[in-house]
């Protein structure tokens, strides 16, 4: 059955059942695909678009057909392409040799690309049906307007039976210029289902276990990362860091291979630990393989990423960090309530309204200009401080290391306004270590 | 280089380097410097002080860099070395980037020594392939690939000087920026290796590790993290990622706040990219620590800060920038006006040189230590008859000079060692009277007699309560720093203390067996305590209990513990005097803390007032001076404008300012303020006001307003 998928008549036969044997699971798409691209020396349909998530095996069929078939292709990612040029170079290179890239000019056009390709194609026109696989396209639309209409209908620009194969994450709508453009044909690669998984995962065995005891690991580890990841490169690695453990009490000889129920007693808490620590790369991989070898107590020892939090500072950076944090998160017309000695009679209910408290954590940093933040800076910091230069270098020093962020444009001078972008526990920390209490001055909490 | 623009700009001409330094160094210094005879000794010595502190310091950072570097290094080798391996686990592993975050702290400004000396080391022992890349540099993409394979590909033409005409021609496509992408680089590298590995590696490749590697990494290093653009940094690693079969790379993550930053500018499918391991290094609070102690707290250099100094380079430190770098900076400010204003600073070297140095005295500088406060004090101490010949015996001044050099110097050998012992001893006391770290103490004793200091008397009433085991290992401790000393006194007192502890010993071996006799007489009054009492037979009791605990007989440890109180009392006494009680402490000791702070924490606001109110601070010009902070009419036209605008409230009539200004510019032009014209606006005038005007919105002190017609906003309070 799966041999009957993958037919089409111009292709070796043998060549099909490697290629079908290379894509579990994907015989489908595959087949649809192969029936898209015809017999080797037919026109093909001028621009693909293939979506579906992250690893369903889009780039890995396109590669094994066409490499197995021994077609002529370009495959270029999209992200390494920091200018077009890039793009056209890769392109020419693979079809036509390094003389093809070496005519593009400096600082090449798109009709440059096209002029050069019609050139080439004249001289060598195309036996089989050229393929351009363009990976990561969703980043075609942050690059020239003109680009992706062009790429789509290449076929007809450059006169060549050439083929564009466009692979995305997401899907077509969000391509589509309001231009208009031409439509290309659409695939779906959709997600592989649990048994999928399961079936593609088991194939790369340990050559030293068994086919089943290597299946029941990977049935144990699918039970407990499958909720959280679907990912089968990242499933796929995971695997092979924790199959050591797997196997250790059968290493030890208390347990029997097909005893399968001690084996995942054994392992799954440990699986529990690593999709909390592995996983997320709180904890390198490394680090993970050195923790299974140490022993239970030692391997509390290695803490992950987000344990350390703690930031020193100098002292007025924390003080203009809390100022920074109370004029993003306190209403401006409170200020004087709080950082003014003798405020007089502020009305409470005027002083109170009611949906604006408590809200405003909820709502996010708001913007604040310079003068804000260092007038409220000079209320807060219980010694009198000169206004230095230091002190304003610190407010940008803490803008390079993201603790603040600026709001308005780098060219305005004048006055440049500013957020916070710390959270409340760290400024709670901070705070802390100046004794300073942050939470009688926030409006929030009062 | 021409200024000639369309648009209206600041321009920045960058000296030419090279030009400058036909003009020595030692020029600048000499040029308006204090008594200009010994000047050049002055340089000399200065150039000397500074070139020791700077390698000591580079050392000592290279010193405390070694640990958290070492590993780093581990984790390369490791890196380069597990990806050759071929079983089952790895080669089903994903291959990730090994990444070292490297926890560096907010003192930015001291990376750039870190980073240089792990490039190098990397360089030395794991690979010659390392590029660091900065953010400032790295906008786009597109910078930071060029940066990298610039780095990468540069640094390689310096390295091997063999391989240079083989190495141009990759290099030279890169001028096209067509060819910025990492599959050149990924094709150079094959080329570079293949060929290093069938030349056999020659004599010119000096490290022997580097052979081992078949493939040795290419580590790029990330300077700032942070400043990173997280959309630029994720393509790139994105990009790097396709690479890492062909390519052994790898990064190192400079990382200023904390390792979760990784997290927050890198998503789980870039970060799953990478296998990220953590280094921290060391706090600067501790490396200051360190400076502090090999630097300032050493006679190794006879140039010292005073308290206040200290303190303005301590607070800069801890109130601004955390950065050690800055502080030795200051240190090296003060020095350099120390030897620049101080005549008598030619005797700030070693005793043998100060010794004949002293010797080589004219008598102008005689004079000038004559005129020193502190000398002038040591001459009013002495007896009548031999005050004369101080004030005019050339001669008889230079030998006292010789004794009084001798004394401070001796001053000092025994300041530093009383001190560490002192710290040793208050460090760990509750609540830390004397404070924490050593410096906190080394400023109180600059300061004054830290015997009189309440603290002092606090400390050591808390010292007196110290269990014995306690008191017997800081004693221990002391004894070890006194050690190391090699004067006279400071080798009598480890004597005394020896003995001293050798008695704690004794106490040990003697006492243990009759019990204290003064059991007793505390156990019985605890007894009644427990029967049934009034409140007024308790309170009576518990008063009988307090007497009877006061006129208890001392045990012998108690007696021992303030015997031996008593003795570092007596050391500190002696030896922790304030250095302004030493004569001729001037020599050695640079005191102008003000110039410090105003050349390392400047104000610019504060200036830009001063100036505005006295002009004459800045011009020196004796028209402009002035006795009562009034601005004489003859001020820059800025200075007159901005003295009439803080007479105005917040709105600003303008032709009210237009006309107080023409009246005041009249009277500076002396004309007679009875004719018609006195006052009178003209077109030069009118030109002038609006020129100071716009000036002083440039300076940010007035801002148009629409509020009203022909009136602008102040911005500034206060005023007159």
Redesign the interface.
Known sequence: MMSALLQQPGYEEERLQTVSKKLPCREVQAGMLLSLMGQPHQYSYPSIFIYGHQSSGKSHVLNVLLKELELPHATVSFVECVSVALLFEQVLLSFFGCDAASLLPRRPSLSDFVRIYRQQSSQSPAKQTRYIVMEKAELLRDSDANLLPALLRLQELVEDNVTVILLSEIVWDRFRPNTGCFEPLLLHFPDYSKGELQHILAQDRNPSYSDEFYSAYINILLGVFYSVCRDLRELRHLAALNFSKFCEPLAEGKVKETDTHKLWRNIEPHLKKAMQTVYLREVSSLQWEQMQQMEEKESGAVRGLSAHTHVELPYYSKFLLIAAYLASFNPARTDKRFFVKHHGKIKKTNFLKKNEKTSNHLLGPKPFPLDRLLAIFYSVVDSRVAPTASIFSQISSLVTLQLLTQVSHGDQIDAPKYKCAVSMDFICAISRTVNFEIIKYLYDFL | MSTSSVSKGCFVFKPSAKKKKTLSLEDHFIHGCEGADESKTRFNLCQDLWDQIKTDTELLQDELNTKILDSLLDFTR??SS?RQHSD???H???S?I??A?L?L??N?PDHDMTFQSLSELLRQSVTPHVASVQ?KECG???HL?KRVLERLLGTDVTVDDDEEEETEQPSAPLH???H???STLCDWYTMNTKKSYSLTPGKKRSSPVKDDLQQPPIVIIFK?L??FNARVLQ?FI??CS?YIERLPLMFIFGI?????????MLP??V??L?????F?SL???QHLATVIDKLILTTHFPFKLNGKVMQVLIS???????SVRNFIKGVQLALLEHFHSQPLSVLCCRKKEALLNVMQLGHRDLEKIRQLPSFKRYVEKQEPQQQEPLLTDDTHLKEVCRRLIKDLHKYHKHYYPTLRCLHTLTSSLPRYPLGKQIRELHLICLEKNVWENEEYQSAMKLLKMLAKDELISLLKKCAEILQHSKSKKMKSALLLLEAMLAKFKQLDTVVAEPPPPAEESITSPVKNLQKKMDLFQLQKALLEMNESRRSKKLSPFEVLRNEALQFIDSLVQSHLSPPESQTLYEVCYYSSSATVRRHL??????SIQAALNSPFYYLQNDRLKSEDGSVSNAAPDICIVYKLHLECGRLINLFDWLEAFATVVSAAEGNDPDSDSFGKVDDVKHARFIRAVSELEFL?FIKSTKQKTDHVARITWGGC
């Open positions: 490791k890196c597990t089952w686990a790895s089903m592993r994903a990730e090994p990444t975050a926890v702290g907010v930015v953010a786009a993409l597109k690939i096209k920026s067509v910025c992408s990492l700032d942070e400043a393509d994105l990009i396709r200023a706040t904390s390792p979760s930053t990784i997290q927050h789980h499918s970060s799953s990478l296998c990220i391991e953590l921290q706090s600067c609070t800069i430190f801890l109130y601004h920038d955390f924490n400047a104000a610019p606001r504060t940010g």
